[in-house]
């Protein structure tokens, strides 16, 4: 994934991975719902994500799939947050992640469990 997504390519990407497959028109009518857009700015998005290969539109009734994982998504973008803002340091990261916040017990084991599988 070369691309980056921006917040309201997000957006979209979130609709779509939650309804896939749905066609343009009903993708339009939940970020109305949900975020206040109009059909134009939707499809203007839905546009962007298809040029990007992030999704497919297929004939008829314009059904968007998604070409990329919600996973694969967050993994590039973490990797590029921990390089962008951490200097490359997924410790630095976790420093900063912990150090305003506590964890409970249960996150702490959640975490360590996560760690020793790898």
Known sequence: MKEKLFDSEAKVMEII?????????????????????????TYTVIKKL???????RSDPGFICTPLVSQSQVRKT?????????FGGSRRALFSALLEDEPLSEEEANELRK?????
Do not use: H, Q, Y
């Open 114 to 118: 996560m760690i020793e599988k790898r």
């Open 77 to 85: 973008e973490a990797a590029s947050l921990i390089k962008k803002v």
């Open 50 to 56: 298809e040029a990007k290969g992030f999704i497919r």
């Open 17 to 41: 991975w939650e309804k896939s497959p749905i066609s343009a028109k009903d993708v339009s009518l939940i970020a109305a719902d949900t975020i206040g857009w109009n059909k134009n700015t």
